[in-house]
């Protein structure tokens, strides 16, 4: 199976401008979450979707937003972009049950190799 | 709130030589609990997980026991090679999924295997 694709791999913008990254998730997975990851932060949970519908969310301002579609595939949007945005955007997937409300173990998260974006 | 705690970097090792890298948790309940490994330029690779007190995950020579008694996940290998030079990533997840995903990561280890 192919693994988790994000695209672009980099990319730089400048203050002000807004950007749209994308996340293909493994086949037959339909959780996708994002995480920032930043040399002073660390990795920090975005958010999480399943089923196109946001299911959790991390503490992070409203110019970070995202989406996901009936095929899984999901896209993160950031308007404004600050410098601070400057970071690793990963994406990660794993494998739900059918109803997608099964009270167990949470499935495994497998991560792309993330979208480089730089802030000027 | 959940929290993962994870010694610091970098760690410099020769190769053949034996690795520990400690972590410890907060969580309620007994969450599960996962390395992570990250080598330059690329994404997190899950190494091992562990889903319940006393499991002991274990891949390609590295493995971590989930100790429940003192909330600890410590990663080791006995004899570490320059191609494991990599940051590794202790994690944690919320119990059930009703909650939804999501992954409370520590801070990361480098780790640097000279020849």
Same mark, same amino acid.
């Given at each position: 199976?192919?693994?988790?694709?994000?695209?672009?791999?980099?990319?730089?913008?400048?203050?002000?401008?807004?950007?749209?990254?994308?996340?293909?998730?493994?086949?037959?997975?339909?959780?996708?979450?994002?995480?920032?990851?930043?040399?002073?932060?660390?990795?920090?949970?975005?958010?999480?979707?399943?089923?196109?519908?946001?299911?959790?969310?991390?503490?992070?301002?409203?110019?970070?937003?995202?989406?996901?579609?009936?095929?899984?595939?999901?896209?993160?949007?950031?308007?404004?972009?600050?410098?601070?945005?400057?970071?690793?955007?990963?994406?990660?997937?794993?494998?739900?049950?059918?109803?997608?409300?099964?009270?167990?173990?949470?499935?495994?998260?497998?991560?792309?190799?993330?979208?480089?974006?730089?802030?000027? | 709130?959940?929290?993962?705690?994870?010694?610091?970097?970098?760690?410099?090792?020769?190769?053949?030589?034996?690795?520990?890298?400690?972590?410890?948790?907060?969580?309620?309940?007994?969450?599960?609990?996962?390395?992570?490994?990250?080598?330059?330029?690329?994404?997190?690779? &899950?190494?091992?997980?562990?889903?319940? +007190?006393?499991? !002991?995950?274990?891949?390609? /020579?590295?493995?971590?026991?989930?100790? *429940?008694?003192?909330?600890?996940?410590?990663?080791?290998?006995?004899?570490?090679?320059?191609?494991?030079?990599?940051?590794?990533?202790?994690? &944690?997840?919320?119990?059930?999924?009703? +909650?939804?995903? !999501?992954?409370?990561?520590? /801070?990361?280890?480098?780790?640097?295997? *000279?020849?």
């Amino acid at each position: 199976k192919a693994g988790v694709t994000q695209t672009p791999r980099y990319l730089i913008k400048t203050r002000g401008q807004q950007v749209t990254l994308s996340c293909s998730p493994i086949s037959g997975h339909r959780s996708v979450s994002w995480y920032q990851q930043t040399p002073g932060q660390g990795l920090q949970f975005l958010f999480e979707y399943f089923s196109e519908t946001q299911r959790n969310k991390g503490n992070f301002p409203g110019r970070f937003s995202g989406r996901q579609f009936s095929n899984s595939r999901s896209e993160m949007n950031v308007s404004t972009l600050e410098l601070g945005d400057s970071a690793l955007y990963l994406c990660a997937s794993s494998l739900e049950g059918e109803s997608g409300t099964y009270s167990g173990p949470q499935e495994t998260q497998y991560f792309g190799p993330g979208t480089r974006l730089l802030v000027l | 709130g959940n929290s993962v705690t994870q010694m610091e970097g970098p760690v410099t090792l020769s190769e053949e030589a034996f690795l520990t890298i400690n972590c410890t948790y907060t969580a309620t309940g007994y969450p599960s609990l996962f390395w992570y490994v990250q080598y330059p330029g690329e994404g997190l690779q &899950l190494l091992l997980k562990a889903t319940k +007190a006393d499991d !002991k995950g274990s891949n390609k /020579g590295f493995e971590a026991t989930y100790r *429940k008694e003192t909330t600890s996940f410590h990663l080791e290998k006995g004899s570490v090679q320059v191609s494991d030079s990599a940051v590794y990533f202790c994690a &944690l997840s919320d119990l059930f999924k009703a +909650a939804g995903n !999501k992954l409370t990561f520590g /801070g990361g280890t480098r780790v640097l295997v *000279k020849p």
